[in-house]
């Protein structure tokens, strides 16, 4: 069985993964270390954790970094999702914040007002950046939450083409649709067919 060992803190994405993987693939969890989210994009932020993880993990490690777009708001809460109202905000502050600023924006929640969810994972080992993948779902933000599943910004993700919000589906079905599904599942295939080059570089469990 491969391990492969994923950086993230966050439970709900752990879970996300560990659920996705197939039945030859281990999903382990490694740190926490100090690696500092410096990048200015996605691509650059998941890039820098997996080389930061990289030096302290002696494994093929997968790092992601992932947000929610909203045109209305210029991009925003972008690649600080996870802290747009603060280095410990809650999900529901997080959540409290958008809706406020949408309804900033012109004086009252905007019609269907349009986002996209971005996740960029990037696989690497030691010293080496393998490959990124990137994923991003299209839908629309809700002036109030919806559904009791997922997590984040989930409740507010309408996805037309269920007709549900993210925090609507259950966990299967989201990850089929959702960014960071497609990603995560680029990242297989690219494993499928290179797996046999970079078996000599995994080397030890997550530590």
């Not at 030859?24 to 820098?48: K, M, Y």
Request: aromatic share 8%; glycine share 12%; charged share 20%.
């Amino acid at each position: 069985m491969l391990t492969l060992c994923c950086t993230t803190a966050n439970p709900g994405k752990l879970a996300e993964f560990r659920l996705a993987a197939p039945p030859e693939l281990q999903i382990a969890a490694t740190g926490p270390f100090d690696c500092p989210e410096t990048g200015r994009s996605f691509e650059e932020n998941a890039i820098q954790k997996a080389l930061c993880y990289a030096r302290h993990v002696n494994a093929l490690l997968f790092a992601d970094d992932s947000g929610l777009e909203v045109d209305a708001l210029g991009g925003e809460p972008g690649i600080r999702s996870a802290r747009y109202a603060g280095p410990l905000a809650t999900d529901e502050q997080n959540r409290a914040l958008l809706i406020e600023n949408l309804r900033r924006v012109s004086g009252a929640f905007p019609s269907c007002p349009r986002a996209r969810f971005v996740c960029v994972v990037a696989l690497a080992l030691p010293g080496r950046l393998l490959a990124t993948f990137r994923g991003q779902a299209e839908g629309n933000i809700i002036d109030a939450p919806r559904g009791a599943g997922g997590f984040g910004y989930d409740p507010l993700f309408y996805f037309p083409p269920l007709g549900r919000t993210f925090a609507e589906l259950d966990p299967e079905e989201k990850f089929l649709h959702s960014h960071r599904g497609q990603a995560f599942r680029a990242m297989l295939e690219w494993l499928r067919k290179h797996g046999g080059e970079i078996q000599g570089g995994i080397l030890t469990p997550c530590g």
